[in-house]
């Protein structure tokens, strides 16, 4: 009859036991082997082996003050805005032998504040943020912990430390920019969940239908941004807005569901309908027809955050001259945008 697994963790002790020494004559044998013989080694490996001991990496790294750990802190783990992004971090961490932490805030302002806190109390030597809208408690943590915070994904007027992103306002106004710019009078806007990043590209395309002295026209909801939200949003949209001839969409999500209600309607995209995406996600390119859309430098921003705290966790120690990086966006216009003919 076999015996029941252990329910307490192996310790360092139990190693010591089993392979007749003292604790700290254990310790060195696994973490500085070259200091005792061959023979001492080999049992003491032997008894960790046969125990399944895992050391504790957090007590040794805090009494060096380095954890090897770095913790980033997203909205959403199923949104695949961030598909890049956490490759990114990826990328450059773990070749430099760092462990990445990832923590899901949920587009919810006190779960980006727990967290952090979550993330602070596992020592990291520092944090990426997908955002700069945190909270002012959490604003007061991060900058108390005296480690480098990066905050992406949007340009900060106040970073609290180093902030890399674009300009979503800039960005929502160019997307309307271009439909103006096709002769398009009658734009709408339709848009998921309204997190700040959302508010701005909206408030960009607000400034765009003003300057051109058009009418607003928006539909958005609280749901998540889904294929199936763009196309009911867009429904909702030709049946307030008559006369429409184009839409820009919060996301390249809601841009591929508007697609699809176009094309269940039979409504000819781009002839009789312009439809312009936020974020060039992989799809956007082989839609059919290729959708147009602002592509965010989301790779690269992750990629020069974790450079940055590469070089200042294990590099030259100081933080770049320019703490501000606004990387950009680019207007991609393709098949699903077209000059509007004269009516």
């Known amino acids: 009859m076999s015996s029941k697994p252990k329910s307490s963790r192996v310790t360092l002790r139990d190693v010591a036991f089993r392979a007749d020494v003292s604790e700290v004559t254990a310790s060195r044998a696994l973490r500085n082997p070259e200091l005792v013989s061959d023979r001492l080694r080999a049992r003491v490996t032997e008894a960790a082996r046969d125990l399944a001991y895992v050391p504790n990496q957090l007590a040794s790294a805090l009494a060096s003050a380095r954890t090897g750990r770095v913790a980033v802190i997203v909205p959403s783990l199923t949104n695949g805005v961030f598909d890049d992004y956490l490759r990114a971090v990826h990328d450059i961490f773990t070749p430099a032998g760092f462990l990445v932490v990832v923590l899901n805030s949920d587009y919810v302002p006190g779960y980006e504040e727990k967290a952090i806190e979550t993330a602070l109390g596992q020592f990291p030597e520092a944090i990426i943020l997908a955002g700069v809208d945190q909270t002012p408690r959490a604003r007061q943590s991060l900058r108390q912990a005296g480690i480098p915070v990066v905050q992406t994904m949007e340009i900060a007027d106040d970073p609290i430390d180093i902030n890399i992103g674009l300009s979503h306002f800039d960005a929502g106004y160019e997307a309307a920019r271009h439909l103006f710019d096709l002769g398009h009078r009658r734009i709408g806007h339709i848009t998921g969940p309204l997190d700040p990043r959302t508010r701005k590209r909206m408030a960009g395309y607000l400034d765009a239908v003003a300057e051109f002295g058009a009418t607003p026209l928006i539909a958005s909801d609280e749901k998540a941004s889904n294929f199936a939200l763009g196309g009911s949003l867009l429904a909702e949209l030709m049946k307030s807005a008559p006369g429409m001839t184009a839409v820009f969409c919060g996301n390249d999500n809601l841009a591929l569901g508007a697609l699809f209600e176009c094309q269940r309607r039979g409504v000819r995209v781009p002839e009789d309908m312009s439809i312009m995406g936020f ?30 705290i590469v070089e200042v966790t294990r590099g030259s120690g100081k933080r770049p001259k320019k703490r501000r990086i606004d990387l950009g966006f680019e207007v991609v216009g393709r098949e699903s945008t077209v000059r509007l003919k004269s009516q």
């Open 279 to 308: 974020n060039d996600l992989e799809y956007a390119k082989s839609a059919f027809p290729s959708l147009s859309t602002i592509a965010t430098p989301r790779y690269e921003m992750a990629r020069r955050a974790a450079e940055i």
